[in-house]
């Protein structure tokens, strides 16, 4: 990592794996360090980071609160519950997930 990516402001993109997310981290990477969290794996991305990690765990908090990102983008969600065969699990996922982070936000004043 060159000094000026060290000065730049990290960005955290949870759902990066997704094709919204890749396409949002390959922007952001010219002018900030992304880091993206995803339970999926990520093709290779130039000048990104990626977790693969539940973001439900306590690792994947630790971590989050390690790196410290000055900016959530969050991406990490199930957009169509039946599409995974989780139904109202998938409601309950996506509520856990963003408690989580609304938690770490405001831990490292995001």
Aim: hydrophobic share 35%.
């Amino acid at each position: 990592m060159t000094q000026s990516q060290e000065k730049r402001e990290t960005v955290l993109v949870t759902g990066i794996s997704g094709s919204l997310g890749t396409l949002i981290a390959k922007k952001l990477s010219h002018h900030y360090n992304v880091m993206g969290v995803d339970r999926r794996p990520l093709r290779s991305l130039k000048g990104v980071e990626h977790y693969e990690l539940d973001l439900r765990r306590k690792s994947a908090y630790e971590l989050l609160r390690k790196k410290q990102p000055q900016s959530i983008i969050h991406l990490g969600v199930l957009r169509n519950p039946l599409k995974h065969h989780r139904g109202s699990t998938a409601n309950f996922f996506n509520l856990e997930i963003t408690k989580q982070l609304l938690r770490l936000a405001e831990e490292i004043s995001v």
